[in-house]
Nanobody, 125 residues
Framework: QVQLVESGGGLVQAGGSLRLSCAAS????????MGWFRQAPGKEREFVAV????????YYGDSVKGRFTISRDNAKNTMYLQMNSLKPEDTAVYYC??????????????????WGQGTQVTVSS
């Protein structure tokens, strides 16, 4: 059974940084893209970033480009999201997810089949 556990969320002032982690277990994910999404209260789930299994393909949402960096360590089955220059509008619950299909890297939430429980990120102004 696939399990994803996020950590690293918290409260930070605007301009600060946080690093989220997503520990995956249950099987190997080295051939599967993994991604980060976020959802703020009253809003739809938003794509943040995705990284292909081999790490050669990355996509970022327009609102986080140049500030966030996605990475992964396949040996540890762990994915990361380094978030710099945080803004109050980055406040949301952040979820990690694994793509349904190997060797694909897309950005739609419906393309991801396994999800973590989420970690809260709050950025104060």
């Amino acid at each position: 059974q696939v399990q994803l556990v996020e950590s690293g969320g918290g409260l930070v002032q605007a301009g600060g940084s946080l690093r989220l982690s997503c520990a995956a277990s249950g099987r190997s994910f080295s051939n599967y893209a993994m991604g980060w999404f976020r959802q703020a209260p009253g809003k739809e789930r938003e794509f943040v970033a995705v990284l292909s299994g081999g790490g050669s393909v990355t996509y970022y949402g327009d609102s986080v480009k140049g500030r966030f960096t996605i990475s992964r360590d396949n040996a540890k089955n762990t994915m990361y999201l380094q978030m710099n220059s945080l803004k109050p509008e980055d406040t949301a619950v952040y979820y990690c997810a694994v793509h349904r299909n190997p060797f694909h890297a897309t950005t739609r939430p419906a393309d991801f089949g396994s999800w973590g429980q989420g970690t809260q990120v709050t950025v104060s102004s």
